[in-house]
T-cell receptor, first 114, second 116 residues
Framework: DAKTTQPPSMDCAEGRAANLPCNHS???????VYWYRQIHSQGPQYIIH???NNETNEMASLIITEDRKSSTLILPHATLRDTAVYYC???????????????FGKGITLSVRP | EAQVTQNPRYLITVTGKKLTVTCSQN?????MSWYRQDPGLGLRQIYY???????DKGDVPEGYKVSRKEKRNFPLILESPSPNQTSLYFC???????????????FGPGTRLTVL
């Protein structure tokens, strides 16, 4: 699986959009970009994933550059409860029978301030 | 509500005293897995199970055992805990991967274990 690079931390004001970057310059054509988050010592939570098109769900939007070497997770209206570590993970869709292990890096710590 | 539950949530024990951390999911998931999380080391997989009676080692299996007798349960067993197993443990589950599955994993709330 391709390696990802994220800045260690960032902050944003409550109610504003939080834009979390991720670099994955060695991504290959069959690898997806996934985002999970972990709110202080709770279990990680799936947010969104994408291949090359931009994706949106009830939690966030995912913008992937045309060359797929980087992406941005957007929380449109950040709240205090969005304060967490956000992990960008790149991996293929696995064949049936493969270990679905997730490899978490250090992630980016998002602090939402009042 | 779809969820993964773990018990206990907190446990303090002593070296050598056998313990079991339970994990249960109500989503009929085939795949289940255990991770431990330590400062500076991130989440590391201990064991995983592709289905009932099918288990395999992850990256850090030493000192742990698992069993998968029922689809919903995947207990983690520490036969003789040692202080280096002090950690935060997470159970996770998902549907078994397929070529069209994005494989969202659901994590339990965590078990904080301290071995003295």
């Amino acid at each position: 699986d391709a390696k990802t690079t994220q800045p260690p931390s960032m902050d944003c004001a409550e109610g504003r959009a939080a834009n979390l970057p991720c670099n994955h310059s060695t991504i290959s054509g069959n690898e997806y970009v996934y985002w999970y988050r972990q709110i202080h010592s709770q279990g990680p939570q799936y947010i969104i994933h994408g291949l090359k098109n931009n994706e949106t769900n009830e939690m966030a939007s995912l913008i992937i550059t045309e060359d797929r070497k980087s992406s941005t997770l957007i929380l449109p209206h950040a709240t205090l409860r969005d304060t967490a570590v956000y992990y960008c993970i790149v991996r293929t869709l696995l064949h049936t029978g493969a270990n679905s292990k997730l490899t978490f890096g250090k992630g980016i710590t998002l602090s939402v301030r009042p | 509500e779809a969820q993964v539950t773990q018990n206990p949530r907190y446990l303090i024990t002593v070296t050598g005293k056998k313990l079991t951390v339970t994990c249960s999911q109500n989503m009929n998931h085939e795949y289940m897995s255990w991770y431990r999380q330590d400062p500076g080391l991130g989440l590391r997989q201990i064991y995983y199970s592709m289905n009932v009676e099918v288990t395999d080692k992850g990256d850090v299996p030493e000192g742990y055992k698992v069993s998968r007798k029922e689809k919903r349960n995947f207990p983690l067993i520490l036969e003789s805990p040692s202080p280096n197993q002090t950690s935060l443990y997470f159970c996770a589950s998902s549907h078994r991967t397929s070529g069209r599955s994005y494989n969202e994993q659901f994590f339990g709330p965590g078990t904080r274990l301290t071995v003295l």
